[in-house]
């Protein structure tokens, strides 16, 4: 099997393994790892040859606007406090913890290549713990905080990633000078990402067609990772930004279609773009333990085995003593926000497991330059890799699987009733704006009240169709007494309907019939059935 074959074959495994997933009960970026390690056990596998630069640019930036498509400004603005404290000061205590440890353990390594260490095992990642929590009826409080901190913490540890990695290229490093690169790459990120999203609002405002508008916003990810990484900014802030921009402009716009196909689109590409990026992880691990000498221990990998279980002893618990200690400080001191920290020790221990490590931590590790600038090899890599990919491996093939059980002994679920109640009230407020609108419309228009009464009673059976329990007692009523009336006219509807596609791609096979014309009048086919 050739490399072409081998991105095939995991990215077919990535789409099988949602249905798989949900049947079985485990997540897809758990079942994706397992068989990235199945795969690089079998001998006709060849390794995955991706250049290590090139793994953060192409895998991190659609991912990250996929993920950020679902938070928004104001959701970061209620709680800055809690995603400052979680993704930057908690990040920054776990890269000094594990730096530490590291540094014990090896003394002879340079606290450069410790701080990388600690920079790659610090973030949870946001599409791993999602992907799991999303499942289990947590509160939607826990799961937007787990989103919103995995977006975040990526910035805090890329940066330092790249300070520590660069002390140990070049054998100099400044306390003073990094953190000035620090706030220099935050500053330049921000304006990259702003201007970036505020030029491609506009030209979307310009853009008619939907399928445009989201070619458009593939591209714009990679951009401004791409400038602010030439600009010397926070790449993954950049984007973040941008998506979080065009996020708030989209949801100001009354384009229904692009929102659909948007959605439709980001969904598969955050699907085979996750799928593989954990897929690879499993390839990846297999590849590092073939083609990396410990040489600094002068011993085999099961010597590692101790040193990597510290440093995942390390990362794990400390998040926990967060939680149950200064996340409850803060949750105190800033209540009232969307993302507040979790509210009580069940919730915490449910926060606490689902922080698990996965694509960035993969992609930072597979970075790692091979030599320093002197042309000599980088101190402690094969130490490094062997840590890094035993805590990626723990959090997803031991918490994921078993955050299930975590969260049934804890007994942590969401308040359907609380959200039930919410989205009520959103339908009521739908609802009244429509008809305030209607009623608008037949004084412009001077309609007739038979007219008027027609479309009011659409509009209200609309409502009860869509969301019983938000309409009133008439309105529900009405639409019982209609609903063997409206079954049974769908049914004609799409029988009748079903004849007009039919006649259409029959045509499409007659010659001289241009394929393009027929799919044109399908599409509206389509629309027409969907919007009837």
């Known amino acids: 099997m050739d490399q072409l074959g081998l991105v095939f074959v995991v990215l077919l ?19 994706m790892t397992v068989f990235g390690c199945v795969l690089a056990l079998i001998p006709a596998i060849p390794d995955v040859r991706i250049e290590p630069h090139l793994i953060l640019p192409l895998v991190l930036p659609p991912l990250l606007y996929a993920a950020a498509r679902r938070t928004s400004w104001r959701a970061f603005r209620a709680d800055w406090v809690a995603i400052t404290a979680r993704a930057v000061v908690l990040v920054l205590l776990t890269i000094a913890a594990v730096a530490a440890v590291f540094h014990w353990q090896h003394p002879a390594a340079p606290i450069g290549a410790a701080v990388v260490l600690g920079a790659m095992v610090a ?34 540890a890329i940066v330092v990633y790249g300070v520590g990695a660069h002390a140990v290229l070049t054998g100099a490093f400044s306390a003073w000078e990094a953190l000035g690169e620090f706030v220099l790459s935050a500053v330049v990120a921000v304006a990259v990402g702003a201007v970036l999203g505020w030029v491609t609002s506009r030209i979307m405002e310009r853009l008619e067609e939907a399928v445009w508008k989201v070619a ?60 593989f990026a954990f897929g690879l992880i499993g390839l990846e691990l297999a590849t590092v333990l073939r083609t990396t000498d410990p040489a600094a ?24 003593v967060w939680l149950l200690g200064v996340g409850a400080v803060v949750n105190v001191l800033h209540r ?3 993302l507040d920290e979790p509210r009580n020790w069940r919730e915490a221990l449910v926060t606490w497991w689902a922080g698990m490590r996965g694509v960035a931590t993969v992609a930072l590790a597979l970075a790692i330059p091979l030599t320093t600038d002197a042309g000599e090899a980088f101190p402690y890599r ?38 039930r109640a919410m989205e009520r009230r959103l339908w ?30 659409g509009f209200l059976h609309r409502l009860a169709t869509a969301d019983p329990e938000a309409a009133d007692e008439d309105a529900v009523a009405n639409a019982r007494l209609a609903l063997k009336r409206v079954k049974q006219v769908r049914e004609i509807q799409q029988d009748v309907l079903a004849a007009g596609r039919r006649e259409a791609l029959d045509a499409r096979l007659e010659p001289g019939m241009p394929p393009d014309l027929v799919d044109r009048v399908m599409r509206r086919l389509d629309l027409r059935n969907d919007t009837r």
């Open 216 to 275: 458009l916003s593939l591209l714009v990810p990679f951009a401004a990772y791409g400038v602010a990484e030439e600009w010397s900014g926070s790449a993954v802030l950049a984007v973040l930004v941008c998506a979080l921009y065009l996020t708030d402009a989209a949801a100001k716009t009354d384009d229904s279609s692009y929102r659909l196909v948007g959605e439709s689109f980001w969904e598969i590409t955050e699907l085979l773009v996750g799928g």
């Open 382 to 419: 094969g130490e490094i890799l062997f840590s890094a990919f035993g805590v990626v491996l723990f959090t997803l093939l031991v918490q994921g699987p078993t955050l299930p059980l975590v969260v049934r002994w804890t007994g942590v679920s969401a308040d359907t009733a609380e959200e």
């Open 13 to 31: 495994a990535a789409v099988l393994a949602e249905p798989a997933g949900r049947r079985i009960g485990v997540s897809s970026p758990v079942l």
């Open 336 to 338: 009232g926000g969307a």
């Open 428 to 457: 009521a407020r739908v609802l009244g704006a429509e008809l305030a609108r209607l009623k608008e419309i037949a004084r412009e228009r001077d309609l007739p009240d038979d007219l008027y009464e027609r479309l009011r009673a």
């Open 297 to 320: 221990s002068g011993q085999g990998w099961t010597h590692l085995v101790p040193h990597a279980a510290v440093i995942i002893a390390v990362v794990v618990l400390l998040r926990l």
């Open 123 to 156: 973030p949870p990642d946001p599409i791993a713990a999602t992907a799991i929590a999303s499942r289990l009826g947590l509160p939607r409080r826990l799961v937007s905080l787990l989103e919103g901190e995995g977006l975040f913490n990526d910035v805090t």
